[in-house]
């Protein structure tokens, strides 16, 4: 993994580009509008509530991620998209695997509102996307927001989900002139998680920022490679190198001030490099930051606890 400093002095100017974020309006992705807005952005906020406060240079478009007629009107308001952020989510009850019965003793059908809105929505935004960056022809930049705090079996189903997507897509959407990353924010201090803030910190867990996640969102969105993730079954020559200066193919996890990129070393991990108490954890600790390893360690194995600690 390698520790990122990131500021609003590593993102560039950003006239004339429109930019579509999904969950817009509030916490996180307010704060992600607001960032590109001020680099001169025109977004567009796709969201079911109205926005907790008037950013300039956005505009409100109401809509339910989960509705594929509802999220392609939002796209249609736009017109043109060069940056998508896929970051909308709701919280639910993710305990899907428990049984419920009706009153006759029959099985219920769980509730499948987050997997709706958390993973389908996900991939009908990166389809409506792609769809309009193929016909625009200039190229995109798709940035996929996960959740770097898992707890629930189906917060895990949530997490790899969207971490399967960016992993499979990213050879692919590179032949487009389009980039996929994504952003795992720890603890963060929104309204999502205002009924947890008691839990988390009689846990001492650190708490992020919203601002500091949407740095990491706008940055993903147009950072430079310093060094290339290589694609597996692709020579250097090939269609992954096409784009060869852009950031593809990354994760950033986030908290409280603190950025660390995932995947470099998931894909070394991938080559070979494991332990005996499971991937990763033979890298030298003294080389990485201490909470992304901790939180790498937890998605490879399922766990997220203070064990590491």
Request: hydrophobic fraction near 40%; aromatic fraction near 6%.
């Amino acid at each position: 993994m390698t520790e990122l400093h990131i500021t609003e002095d590593n993102i560039p100017r950003l006239d004339g580009k429109v930019a579509i974020v999904t969950g817009g309006c509030a916490g996180i992705g307010l704060a992600t509008t607001k960032i590109l807005a001020s680099k001169g952005a025109t977004v567009i906020m796709v969201d079911l509530t109205s926005p907790a406060e008037s950013v300039e240079n956005a505009a409100w478009v109401k809509t339910d991620v989960s509705s594929w007629d509802s999220l392609k009107a939002a796209f249609k308001v736009a017109g043109w998209v060069d940056i998508v952020v896929a970051n909308a989510g709701i919280l639910g009850d993710l305990n899907w695997l428990g049984d419920r019965m009706d009153g006759t003793g029959e099985l219920v059908k769980p509730g499948m509102s987050v997997i709706d809105a958390n993973i389908v929505g996900v991939a009908m935004c990166i389809k409506l996307a792609v769809s309009y960056m193929r016909k625009q022809g200039s190229g995109g930049s798709i940035v996929l927001v996960a959740s770097g705090i898992v707890y629930e079996p189906g917060e895990k189903v949530v997490l790899y989900a969207v971490t399967g997507m960016l992993r499979s897509l990213k050879q692919y959407l590179i032949n487009e002139d389009i980039t996929i990353n994504a952003v795992a924010p720890g603890v963060t201090s929104t309204q999502l998680v205002n009924a947890f803030k008691p839990a988390f910190a009689a846990k001492n867990e650190p708490m992020g920022t919203p601002h500091e996640v949407g740095l990491a969102i706008v940055y993903s969105a147009v950072a430079r490679e310093q060094s290339r993730i290589p694609i597996p079954g692709t020579s250097p020559e090939g269609a992954a190198s096409k784009q060869a200066g852009r950031w593809n193919g990354r994760m950033i996890y986030t908290l409280k001030g603190m950025f660390a990129e995932t995947e470099e070393s998931f894909l070394g991990w991938r080559e070979g490099i494991s332990g005996d108490e499971g991937p990763g954890t033979n890298f030298p600790r003294a080389s990485r930051p201490r909470t992304a390893l901790k939180v790498w360690r937890c998605w490879e194995d399922g766990r997220f606890d203070n064990r590491l600690q």
